[in-house]
């Protein structure tokens, strides 16, 4: 673990604990003899982040990472339609990079992850509306 991902994970457990700073700077001192978490080294990270464990602390993850991204429906529908644009030879890069690029031009979000239901039906239409003039420009 990285010592800013130690440091990020002795604040929220010291903040889901309740621990105000007296108490907060206490328990550094007592466990490392140092009363800033910015000065502890790897080793003494660890320790404090177990002691907090012990008083109750759990990592819990992300919200957005308990749930698979692509379970939505939109979402799916933009990917599928971003692949058979590519198989079309519409779409010279069918990699996910160039799809979240097209999707930053068209709503200056950067990744279709994030996109509300109102920005994904956007992009959905402008992929068909391409789609649609690349066929039509076809058979002229």
């Known amino acids: 673990m990285t ?55 759990r990592i819990q993850p992300h919200q957005a990472n308990t749930k698979k991204q692509t379970d939505r429906p939109q ?11 590519a198989q079309e030879g519409i779409v010279r890069d069918a990699s996910a990079t160039a799809l979240a690029h097209f999707v930053k031009r068209e709503t200056g979000c950067d990744s279709p992850y ?15 509306q391409w789609q649609k003039r690349v066929a039509r420009a076809a058979s002229c």
């Open 3 to 57: 010592r800013q991902k130690y440091l990020q994970l002795i604040h929220i457990a010291a903040h889901q604990l309740k621990l105000d700073d007296a108490t907060y700077r206490q328990m550094l001192h007592r466990l490392t003899g140092k009363t800033s978490a910015k000065a502890l080294n790897p080793g003494q990270l660890a320790q404090v982040l177990n002691a907090l464990k012990t008083q109750g602390f």
């Open 114 to 128: 994030w996109l509300d239901s109102q920005q994904a039906s956007q992009v959905i239409e402008k992929l068909k």
């Open 75 to 85: 979402l799916q529908k933009i990917q599928a339609l971003w692949q058979a644009m």
